[in-house]
């Protein structure tokens, strides 16, 4: 079936700004991320649900950034008032949940690269 | 932060060749997996050992683990040009509700035809 899939593919964006980035998880996954990769750097985590529930927000930089599931499938990655430091690929994954003792592989999209100016 | 470091940061072999990265950790893990990305993609999952596993294989593929000395190698074989693209090694550590994974800094593996 189809993969994970994530819109826009890139982004520019004026510093100031609001973006908006949306992804489109494997059916039926029930776990959702979302990660930001800099540059040269491995992806670092910024939030996770468990279909509508947003269970662990930690990796969110700061509150200018909100993430939401209403219907357990789709999500959208927002960001307030963008600063340069937001640049970077925003990847999103999903996984078919997890069960006592066992853990699942995420499978990623091809991720959003923001740029901000 | 990143919970994991591979080592080393760029590498370049010639096709045919076997290529070797490790990775080391700081915490107590779950399962350690590894992800592939080719340039301008999104990562690629290629194999998961669990915690109570030292070696896993999967094709060309060979993994190890030792969490004693919380560090782990993956051993591609018989490279291919194909094979060039960046190698993370990710932990995850389930604590309540948190089930993220915590990705190193990558590999840069290099083969050349």
């Known amino acids: 079936g189809a993969g994970v899939s994530q819109s826009p593919r890139y982004k520019v964006a004026k510093r100031g700004q609001d973006v908006a980035l949306r992804c489109d998880p494997i059916s039926g996954h029930v776990s959702l991320f979302w990660y930001q990769q800099a540059l040269g750097q491995g992806p670092e985590f910024l939030t996770y649900f468990q279909n509508e529930a947003q269970l662990d927000k930690s990796g969110l930089p700061s509150d200018r950034f909100f993430a939401e599931r209403p219907e357990g499938s789709v999500s959208t990655l927002k960001i307030q008032r963008t600063q340069q430091e937001d640049s970077a690929v925003y990847l999103c994954?999903?996984?078919?949940?997890?069960?006592?003792?066992?853990?699942?592989?995420?499978?990623f999209g091809p991720g959003t690269r923001l740029t901000v100016t | 932060s990143q919970q994991g470091e591979e080592d080393p940061q760029a590498l370049s072999i010639q096709e045919g060749e076997n290529a070797t990265m490790n990775c080391s950790y700081k915490t107590s893990i779950n399962n350690l997996q590894w992800y592939r990305q080719n340039s301008g993609r999104g990562l690629v999952h290629l194999i998961l050992?669990?915690?109570?596993?030292r070696e896993k294989h999967s094709g060309r593929l060979r993994v190890t683990l030792d969490t004693s000395k919380k560090s782990s190698s993956l051993l591609i074989t018989a490279s291919r040009a194909a094979d060039t693209a960046s190698y993370f090694c990710?932990?995850?550590?389930?604590?309540?509700?948190?089930?993220?994974?915590?990705f190193g800094s990558g590999t840069q593996l290099t083969v050349l035809p």
């Open positions: 990710a932990t995850l550590i389930s604590s309540g509700s948190a089930r993220q994974l915590t």
């Open positions: 994954a999903s996984s078919p949940g997890w069960t006592s003792g066992t853990a699942y592989e995420q499978y």
């Open positions: 050992i669990r915690s109570n596993e």
